[in-house]
């Protein structure tokens, strides 16, 4: 292989010729991937190769981290440091079970915990060690856990890495799910875990949150709601799915993350007190690592507030996602789900490449997702639309799409 990396004089190990021969193959399926130059960003518009694109692929689904104001207020907040407190520091130093805890933390997971009418809250580093980290923590050789097939990659790790059975259930079919849970109670099982997204990422569509609930009653089950793309965006104050259909409290652990509505980095999850303590003394996804930093959480706190006030963004978000969904599917497009997330299943690869292509040439950035991203045959473009996105963008974007199709 050429490059411009050599390690002269080493003795070359065999994986080095086995994944040239690999990155070749992606190549020739055109599979290859390589991280995007996306460059300066400014409100809801993306630079890319030198062009500024409407930017259709951020997960910023508010515009909150777009929001000059917060930002510029948290800034003044950090030049008057009037804290003193180490508030805005920007490394915590340490894991949270040795010196790495702040006190931010604690007025975040209360601010948290309040929002959701929830006993506690706890906030881990990212979506990616909340989902890896908790199931491995809680299920045991004596439990099973039953996940949606379309479940997000860190949730399918948790799977893996958790010492319990699993099974996965063909995608919101709750009937599926229920086949699974009567079986599983003839096999005496100490417990059994229902983990799904409430909007999933690549179709858009949503957990029948409700029959969940039913489900996991009538099971006993613990049920686990991963709400990365519905917090912001669902609820009167954008507390997720599991608040716009009234059942927060009956769900047993809430997943929410803090890259994409919330404008920052990091998850949470609101959960019973006696869950929270086992996590802090078995999560090794929250004891093996240094917490953030409390710049970050400081940050986190002051988007997690403003996003509850935010109904209007979220009714004009969910406003454009309708009308894009309507105008696509009457020019025939096929387009899944029900929620700012909007993929159009365009089938092959090279359809899904192509038009990506044609939309930057107008103007957009809108990614293809193929597989193993979606499966087979299912290539797309996905469209996260976000609320400061205005109703001419969008009846620009139908209108390209159109064109591209004709
Ligand atoms: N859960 C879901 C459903 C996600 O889509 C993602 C991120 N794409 C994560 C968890 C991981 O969150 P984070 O980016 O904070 O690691």
């Not at 689904?61 to 104001?69: I, K, N, Q, T, V």
């Not at 097939?149 to 790790?157: E, F, G, K």
């Not at 009457?330 to 990506?356: K, N, Q, W, Y």
């Not at 996260?384 to 001419?392: C, M, P």
Request: hydrophobic share 40%; net charge neutral; with cysteine.
């Amino acid at each position: 292989m050429s490059g411009g990396f050599t390690n002269a004089g080493q003795v070359e190990p065999p994986i080095v010729a086995d994944i040239a021969v690999e990155l070749a193959k992606l190549k020739a399926k055109q599979r290859f991937r390589s991280i995007p130059a996306t460059g300066e960003r400014s409100g809801r518009f993306v630079t890319v190769g030198g062009r500024k694109l409407l930017n259709l692929s951020s997960n910023d689904y508010l515009g909150l981290g777009a929001d000059r104001e917060l930002f510029s207020s948290f800034i003044a907040q950090i030049r008057d440091d009037r804290f003193d407190d180490g508030r805005f520091a920007m490394t915590s130093s340490s894991s949270r079970l040795l010196t790495g805890h702040h006190p931010v933390c604690d007025q975040l997971e209360s601010a948290i915990a309040a929002a959701y009418g929830s006993e506690t809250a706890l906030v881990f580093n990212s979506g990616y060690h909340a989902n890896t980290g908790i199931l491995p923590a809680l299920a045991t050789r004596h439990d099973l856990i039953l996940s949606d097939r379309l479940n997000h990659a860190s949730i399918i790790d948790g799977l893996r890495i958790a010492d319990a059975d699993y099974r996965r259930f063909r995608h919101a079919d709750y009937d599926h799910l229920e086949e699974q849970l009567e079986t599983a109670a003839r096999e005496c099982y100490r417990q059994i875990f229902i983990v799904t997204e409430s909007v999933f990422s690549m179709d858009g569509d949503l957990a029948d949150l409700r029959r969940l609930v039913k489900l996991k009653r009538r099971f006993k089950a613990v049920l686990i709601v991963d709400e990365a793309h519905g917090a912001g965006v669902f609820g009167e104050r954008g507390l997720g799915l599991c608040e716009a259909l009234g059942v927060t409290n009956e769900i047993d652990i809430i997943v929410g993350t803090f890259g994409k509505s919330l404008a920052s980095a990091g998850a949470y999850a609101v959960m019973r007190g006696l869950f929270r303590e086992y996590l802090v003394n078995t999560m090794r996804t929250l004891i093996f690592t240094t917490a953030l930093p409390p710049m970050t959480l400081a940050w986190s706190l002051a988007t997690f507030t403003k996003q509850l006030t935010m109904q209007r963004e979220r009714d004009h978000l969910l406003g454009l996602a309708a009308t894009l969904r309507g105008s696509l599917r009457e020019a025939g497009f096929d387009v899944p789900g029900e929620s700012h997330i909007v993929p159009v299943v365009l089938g092959e690869d090279r359809t899904a490449v192509e038009m990506a292509g044609a939309l930057r040439e107008a103007g957009f950035h809108a990614l293809p997702v193929r597989p193993p991203t979606v499966p087979e045959n299912s290539s797309r473009l996905r469209f996260s639309l976000r609320a400061d996105l205005t109703s001419g963008d969008i009846a620009a974007l139908a209108e390209t799409m159109k064109r591209g199709a004709a």
